[in-house]
């Protein structure tokens, strides 16, 4: 199976920062990698495709890079919405394993 | 717009059985693919099972291969999970998702979830 590896486990930050969190996969997926975000009690929210493709609807403030093993996401100017749990996840080949999660907190 | 609304969960027993239900709107359901994922309190997200658009094509997660099974009913825009040989480490909040495409593209669309509780 693929493992994927975020870092950090966790991250504090200030309303207006621009945060980076990566993502590294066990071997090569390409660029089969997504992003979700996921606030307390919901459901995950589907941010970014294909490494760097922005789901339709989500604000262009989110951004991905990344292909083979290394991935980030970018998000700027933080908002105190943005403040919630990020996990990538890749589709390369089953099974299609999820990163253990970055928490996002308000400093 | 697509929704999903999972139903079906609940306390069951360990070793017990469950069927959980996905009813999806506002897309062509059959051409799409579909996935279940669990959440257990406090953890992280872990990939269940996939099922194709036609339901010919499945995978499992090797935690719940063999207890498992995914189905889906395009005349019913439904897809299922039923679940046997149920263990306390099944208890999670489980999410369906649609697909983007086929089974190999990634989740665009998830539903609110449904919660699995299995103790006794």
């Known amino acids: 199976d693929i493992q994927m590896t975020q870092s950090p486990s966790s991250l504090s930050a200030s309303v207006g920062d621009r945060v980076t969190i990566t993502c590294r996969a066990s071997?090569?997926?390409?660029?089969?990698l997504a992003w979700f975000q996921q606030k307390p009690g919901k459901a995950p929210k589907s941010l970014i495709y294909?490494?760097?493709s922005l789901q339709s609807g989500v604000p262009s403030k989110f951004s991905g890079s990344g292909s083979g093993t290394y991935f980030t996401l970018t998000i700027s100017s933080l908002q105190p919405e943005d403040f919630a749990t990020y996990y990538c996840?890749?589709?390369?080949?089953?099974?299609?394993?999820f990163g253990q999660g970055t928490r996002l907190e308000i400093k | 717009e697509v929704q999903l609304l999972e139903s079906g969960g609940g306390l069951v027993q360990p070793g017990g059985s469950l069927r959980l239900s996905c009813v999806a709107s506002?897309?062509?359901?059959?051409?799409?693919?579909m996935s279940w994922v669990r959440q257990a309190p406090g953890k992280g997200l872990e990939w269940v099972s996939v099922?194709?658009?036609?339901?010919?094509?499945?995978y499992y997660a090797d935690s719940v291969k063999g207890r498992f099974t995914i189905s889906r009913d395009n005349s019913k825009n439904t897809m299922y999970l039923q679940m046997n040989s149920l263990r306390a480490g099944d208890t999670a909040v489980y999410y369906c998702?649609?697909?983007?495409?086929?089974?190999?593209?990634?989740?665009?669309?998830w539903g609110q979830g449904t919660t699995v509780t299995v103790s006794s």
């Open positions: 099922i194709s658009g036609s339901g010919g094509s499945t």
């Open positions: 506002g897309l062509t359901f059959s051409s799409y693919g």
């Open positions: 996840q890749q589709y390369s080949g089953y099974p299609h394993t």
């Open positions: 998702a649609k697909n983007r495409g086929g089974i190999y593209y990634n989740m665009d669309v």
């Open positions: 071997q090569g997926i390409s660029n089969y």
């Open positions: 294909a490494a760097s």
